[in-house]
């Protein structure tokens, strides 16, 4: 899913390409790949850390329709 998102991010030419890679790593490093990705948690680990990102993180997993 990373490798997705980072495919995403680059068609996009997003400015925070890294802090949105390194956001996503660590959700899922954290919570792992199988369990469902909650908004609340993803924005919760966005205020741990002044590079850590949540809104673009959390639009990911919404458009598939895979966001709780």
Request: hydrophobic fraction near 35%; aromatic fraction near 10%; charged fraction near 25%.
């Amino acid at each position: 899913m990373v490798e997705d998102f980072s495919r995403v991010l680059h068609e996009q030419q997003s400015p925070n390409h890294n802090s949105n890679i390194r956001t996503l790593s660590i959700y899922f490093y954290w919570c792992g790949v199988q369990a469902a990705i909650f908004e609340r948690d993803i924005h919760d680990l966005a205020r741990t850390g002044p590079d850590l990102k949540a809104k673009t993180i959390c639009q990911f997993p919404r458009e598939r329709g895979i966001l709780l």
